[in-house]
T-cell receptor, first 110, second 116 residues
Framework: RKEVEQDPGPFNVPEGATVAFNCTYSNSASQSFFWYRQDCRKEPKLLMSVYSSGNEDGRFTAQLNRASQYISLLIRDSKLSDSATYLCVVAPSNTGKLIFGQGTTLQVKP | GAVVSQHPSRVICKSGTSVKIECRSLDFQATTMFWYRQFPKKSLMLMATSNEGSKATYEQGVEKDKFLINHASLTLSTLTVTSAHPEDSSFYIC????????????FGPGTRLTVL
């Protein structure tokens, strides 16, 4: 079983749509959780950290369910500029080591 | 956020040559740097963790004699791909973490290596 699993997609949605991505992780002792965004041929950029209480940043909402070892990202009112690959990332400890999921590709169409 | 640079951004070399990639933290001291590689349509795979002044810790399956890592200062780590072969062609990305940053990493822009 992969340490971090995501549906690779692609998710093709029209502008303005709401889209949700899910991710599961295998290590129940994992410490920190993140969503990164990666554009084609670029480095990943931190989108947001994920907390058990859930957190929201504008159109983006992230949620963590430790009991189910499940992380989600919700994007509301999709923009063309949201088209990218979204990486679910888990830190199994506080050493800085990050485990990346395969990524979910989102394509927002006009 | 903090800035991490990588050089070169792109390199094309012949099979059998060695290639050095530099990773620099420009405005903070990076106690730990990480090296990743990414194949097309695949996720980032951690290759090694580099701490300033000590030997790098390599992930399982990564040959330490093939991928030499040096972290000589708090702002510079280098990855040398020795005797490169076409299968080493990949996107190599470094990231840097400052002291006490609690898993917050800053990524370099990546180096695209093509071995002919």
């Amino acid at each position: 079983r992969k340490e971090v699993e995501q549906d690779p997609g692609p998710f093709n949605v029209p502008e303005g749509a709401t889209v949700a991505f899910n991710c599961t992780y295998s290590n129940s002792a994992s410490q920190s959780f993140f969503w990164y965004r990666q554009d084609c041929r670029k480095e990943p950029k931190l989108l947001m950290s994920v907390y058990s209480s859930g957190n929201e940043d504008g159109r983006f909402t992230a949620q963590l369910n430790r009991a189910s070892q499940y992380i989600s990202l919700l994007i509301r009112d999709s923009k063309l500029s949201d088209s990218a690959t979204y990486l679910c990332v888990v830190a199994p400890s506080n050493t800085g080591k990050l485990i990346f999921g395969q990524g979910t590709t989102l394509q927002v169409k006009p | 956020g903090a800035v991490v640079s990588q050089h070169p951004s792109r390199v094309i070399c012949k099979s059998g040559t060695s290639v050095k990639i530099e990773c620099r933290s420009l405005d903070f001291q990076a106690t730990t740097m990480f090296w990743y590689r990414q194949f097309p349509k695949k996720s980032l795979m951690l290759m090694a963790t580099s701490n300033e002044g000590s030997k790098a810790t390599y992930e399982q399956g990564v040959e330490k004699d093939k991928f030499l890592i040096n972290h000589a200062s708090l702002t510079l780590s280098t990855l040398t791909v020795t005797s490169a072969h076409p299968e080493d062609s990949s996107f190599y990305i470094c990231s840097a973490m400052g002291q006490g940053s609690y898993n917050e990493q800053f990524f370099g822009p990546g180096t695209r290596l093509t071995v002919l």
